[in-house]
């Protein structure tokens, strides 16, 4: 293969850095990796190595990840800077973006306000809990942060 230029290299190297973010998410070394992915050590090693590899590997690599069909090449191509996974999260190099469900962003605050109240306030009621919870979620509806009830 043609070595590749320096903005592609950049963008192998990209890539290599969210496959290892990604299995490192997995839990997994890079052998199971390379087995989950059905492809060969050596060439899952080039992957995270940030050298070029076969258009197939990439698509075994993004069924193997949950990764969303493209999107290896687009992070190869310049044309992304993350990648997308099958469940909507996208990792970034260095963390991930994760589409929250309004629901369970709403039922999560409602129980840390719970739950910090009751260690920070122990003498509050319950009554006064949940009043100070209704509050916050009613600040949270007015300024667009959470859907409104209707």
């Known amino acids: 293969m043609t070595p590749p230029s320096d903005q592609t290299a950049r963008h192998l ?21 390379a087995r ?13 190595g940030g050298q070029r590899v076969r258009d197939s590997t990439y698509g075994k690599l993004e069924v193997g990840f949950n990764f969303r069909a493209g999107s290896c090449k687009a992070v ?12 909507g999260t996208e990792l970034i190099e ?15 605050l409602r129980e840390a306000i719970r739950d910090g109240a009751t260690l920070t306030m122990p003498g ?24 409104s009830d209707s």
Request: net charge negative.
């Open 13 to 33: 190297q990209r890539l290599a850095a969210l496959v290892v973010q990604r299995r490192a998410q997995l839990d997994l070394s890079q052998e199971d990796a």
């Open 36 to 48: 989950t992915c059905g492809i060969a050590y050596m060439t899952y090693r080039k992957v995270e």
């Open 76 to 87: 190869i191509d310049g044309a992304a800077d993350s990648v997308v996974l099958e469940d």
């Open 94 to 108: 260095g963390g991930q973006i994760t589409r929250l469900d309004p629901e369970a962003l709403e039922s999560s």
């Open 124 to 147: 509050m009621t319950l009554g006064e809990v949940e009043a100070m919870n209704e509050r916050i979620v009613e600040n949270l509806r007015k300024r667009g942060i959470l859907p």
